[in-house]
């Protein structure tokens, strides 16, 4: 079992910036796949962003340059800056968590947190 809590979420202008965290808490946070996603209503959640075991990441065309993805295996915690915040970036936040197996291969239950809401409007 994964547990996963997300924070930081909240309303920004739009250019502006936000850091959201996912902290993980139950199984070997260095292990897991983490992902962030993002849902509006009426459609499916989207990937964000994912960091695999090994660091390495990949982004969806639309915030490539402008979102990071990182982890803090000491801490059990992942993040996600977000920089150069557009109206369409509004949407509730997921983090997902799975076991890894390598080259952004993951197997076993999916977990997700219970999302945070970003709001970028003037």
């Not at 209503?41 to 990937?47: A, I, V």
């Not at 982004?59 to 990182?70: K, P």
Request: net charge positive; proline share 3%; glycine share 12%.
């Amino acid at each position: 079992q994964v547990q996963l809590v997300e924070s930081g979420g909240g309303l920004v202008q739009p250019g502006g910036s936000l850091r959201l965290s996912c902290a993980a808490s139950g199984s070997i946070f260095s292990r897991l796949s983490m992902g962030w996603y993002r849902q509006t209503p009426g459609k499916q959640r989207d990937l964000v962003a994912v960091i695999d075991s090994d660091d390495s990441t990949h982004y969806a065309d639309s915030v490539l340059g402008r979102f990071t993805i990182s982890r803090d295996n000491a801490k059990n915690t992942m993040y996600l800056q977000l920089n150069s915040l557009k109206p369409e970036d509004t949407a509730v936040y997921y983090c997902k968590a799975r076991r890894s197996v390598g080259g952004f291969v993951t197997t076993g239950p999916e977990y997700w947190g219970q999302g945070t809401q970003v709001t970028v409007s003037s």
